[in-house]
């Protein structure tokens, strides 16, 4: 009987391996499909406070990933596939394999979601990602694109204009699902070029494999185009990373499991949900990071009480 365990590997599940190692827990964490979550596959992280010249993604996950195993947190190499509430515990599946646990931190983070075009997987960091807080300083005096129609592609649209010399915010319809305010206040930005009833269908890259430009389709009169640009912004959702909690764990109409307002309690008791998983507004490696610790405290807290 394990007393944590910790499920998936990024900012939210390591933060949560280092509290409750060092709280003498012994935590077991199960790494899951990305080891190292969405950290892993960007380039440089420059809004992780501490570290003034920048870091390295995959470099911040695996000195998270030592700190954890130096206070005595175990690793597995295992996806989980479905969870089961015991009266006193938990039974976590994997594969042909179970543990039991007395709790249990879901960190197991949202999936950006792609086009799914031909050679988007290589060019994640190299001029195609999904955050415009993290990559979007790295894009100055040069133009960009947005793909969606959102709130979120309307927050990046903007928020890259500090940056990017003018920001294609393309959208496959020709009004914006955002709400009013966001739409608007994109809309209003004189940087910010909307391509309308629109779809990309090939990224181009140069000869280092950089994007260098996209071509779109106008969906309504068939018209194809190419857009000279260093990046695309793809903000077309998130996958929360919650569906092997199916039926145990309270969710939204989105997938993202619900917290007890304030805290990272769900409303199964001694199950925690911690980062992404639970979060599709702020969705940054400092506030998964935040939210492990808040579930690392709860859940020694659940432990001492229930001794
Ligand atoms: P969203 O509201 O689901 O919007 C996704 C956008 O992507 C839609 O415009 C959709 O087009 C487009 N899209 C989906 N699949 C596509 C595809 N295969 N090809 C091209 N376009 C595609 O997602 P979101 O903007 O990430 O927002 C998620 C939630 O977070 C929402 O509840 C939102 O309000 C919230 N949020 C809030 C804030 C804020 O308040 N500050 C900021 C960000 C997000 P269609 O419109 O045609 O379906």
């Known amino acids: 009987m394990e007393k944590v365990i910790i499920i998936g590997t990024g900012c939210a599940g390591w933060t949560s391996a280092i509290y409750t190692g060092r709280a003498n827990l012994s935590p077991l964490v199960l790494a899951g499909d990305q080891p190292g979550g969405q950290l892993t596959t960007t380039t440089e992280v420059e809004n992780y406070p501490g570290f003034p010249e920048g870091m390295m993604g995959p470099e911040l996950m695996m000195k998270m990933q030592e700190q954890a195993t130096k206070f005595g947190a175990r690793v597995e190499y295992k996806k989980v ?25 879901v960190a197991t983070g949202a999936a950006p979601r792609h086009l799914g075009l031909e050679g988007e997987e290589k060019l994640i960091g190299h001029g195609l990602t ?41 959208h496959r319809r020709d009004e914006l699902r955002a709400s009013k305010i966001m ?20 990224y181009l890259t140069d000869d280092d494999g950089e994007m260098k430009a996209v071509k779109v389709i106008n969906i309504k009169t068939n018209e194809e185009k190419e857009l000279d640009l260093k990046c695309v912004f793809v903000a077309i959702g998130h996958v929360p990373n919650a569906q092997f909690l199916q039926g145990l764990v309270d969710t939204d109409e989105n997938g993202y499991i619900i917290q ?48």
């Not at 596939?81 to 931190?105: A, H, L, M, P, R």
């Not at 969606?148 to 920001?167: H, I, M, N, P, Q």
């Not at 809309?187 to 909307?194: C, F, G, Q, S, V």
């Open 183 to 202: 739409a608007e206040r994109a809309l209003d930005n004189e940087k910010i070029e909307p391509v309308w009833d629109s779809q990309v269908t090939e």
């Open 81 to 105: 596939d479905s969870v089961k509430k015991n009266s006193q515990s938990f039974s976590i599946f994997c594969g042909d394999q179970e543990y039991e646990s007395e709790t249990v931190i």
């Open 130 to 170: 999904s955050c415009a807080t993290c990559d979007g300083a790295f894009y100055r005096d040069v133009p960009v694109a947005v793909i969606g129609g959102g709130d979120s592609a309307c927050e990046e649209a903007t928020f890259l204009t500090r940056f990017a010399s003018k920001v294609y915010l393309i």
């Open 260 to 307: 007890v307002p304030g805290c990272t309690k769900t409303n199964v008791e001694g199950l925690f949900a911690a980062g992404d998983v639970a979060d599709h507004v702020y969705r940054q490696a400092i506030t998964a990071a935040g939210d492990g610790c808040k579930a690392a405290l709860e859940a020694e807290r659940y432990l001492a009480e229930n001794e």
